[in-house]
């Protein structure tokens, strides 16, 4: 089978879905997922992703600038910590294009090494439902890149949908309201969970609430 956008699926079939072994590539011929399917879903271990806008977990600040400065259309803002002790957790500002879009970046450290990025998409003066739109639009992208989402809650302007990854890390993607009562924003949240957990303890907040 070739989809719309280039993608091809060589397998097994049931009841015309997918079913059974089979190998799904992208328009290039890169594979995506080479597997088991059930009912058109893909069975699999959580997807092993080693990097986050080309940075991989763990890396130190200088490595994340450095590799953030490469993108295009990207500015740096000073590092910033969160409490007195520089080792619990630091961030750092960018503004970058995310598919395109205007977007604040934030990568976070937690003693010197990236454990979490929030890719924060602003839309102002725009209807809910046009939001709605754009989020769908980012899930749908998220869902091609990863597979079908580990979960979703939620509805509407409160849908959280969330894709696991192995080594502990996940990818979250969910709509805030700035103060700004006109403005929204689709937030795209990659995390280390365990560390998540630490920073939220000794913060007393998630990472993301306080910029």
């Not at 090494?113 to 709605?132: E, G, I, R």
Request: net charge neutral; glycine share 8%.
């Amino acid at each position: 089978m070739k989809s719309s956008d280039g993608q091809t699926y060589d397998g097994e079939w049931k009841d015309d879905l997918r079913n059974g072994y089979g190998v799904l590539k992208d328009a290039g011929g890169k594979v995506l997922y080479d597997g088991e399917w059930k009912d058109d879903k893909r069975l699999a271990a959580p997807l092993k992703v080693d990097k986050i806008l080309g940075i991989p977990w763990g890396a130190s600040e200088d490595e994340a600038k450095r590799i953030m400065l490469q993108r295009p259309k990207t500015k740096y803002y000073p590092t910033f910590s969160n409490t007195k002790n520089d080792a619990v957790k630091k961030w750092q500002g960018y503004t970058s294009l995310y598919n395109d879009i205007d977007a604040m970046v934030y990568v976070n450290f937690y003693q010197g090494k990236m454990f979490s990025v929030n890719v924060v998409l602003y839309f102002n003066k725009v209807s809910k439902d046009q939001v709605m739109e754009k989020f769908n639009s980012a899930k749908q992208g998220m869902s091609q890149r990863y597979g079908d989402p580990s979960y979703e809650i939620g509805k509407y302007l409160d849908s959280v949908v969330q894709w696991d990854f192995d080594g502990g890390y996940f990818a979250q993607i969910y709509i805030s309201k700035s103060t700004i009562e006109t403005t929204f924003m689709i937030n795209i949240f990659y995390c280390h969970s365990a560390t998540n957990d630490i920073v939220i303890k000794a913060l007393g907040s998630t990472p993301g609430q306080d910029y």
